[in-house]
């Protein structure tokens, strides 16, 4: 997937709400629900 990024192990998905102007995601393939919201990508 394209929209998809790893850190230490972990994948997550990212994606862009133009409205919002945020990028948001969760991260992937684990039993725990953790998502997260931005509106930079420093």
């Known amino acids: ?3 998809m990024m ?3 192990g972990y ?3 990212v994606n862009y709400d ?3 102007q945020i990028f948001y995601g ?3 393939y684990i039993r725990s ?3 997260y919201e931005e509106d930079n990508v420093l």
């Open 33 to 35: 629900l953790i998502s």
């Open 11 to 13: 994948f997550g998905s």
């Open 18 to 20: 133009d409205q919002e």
């Open 26 to 28: 969760k991260v992937e």
């Open 1 to 3: 997937m394209k929209n």
């Open 6 to 8: 790893e850190y230490q």
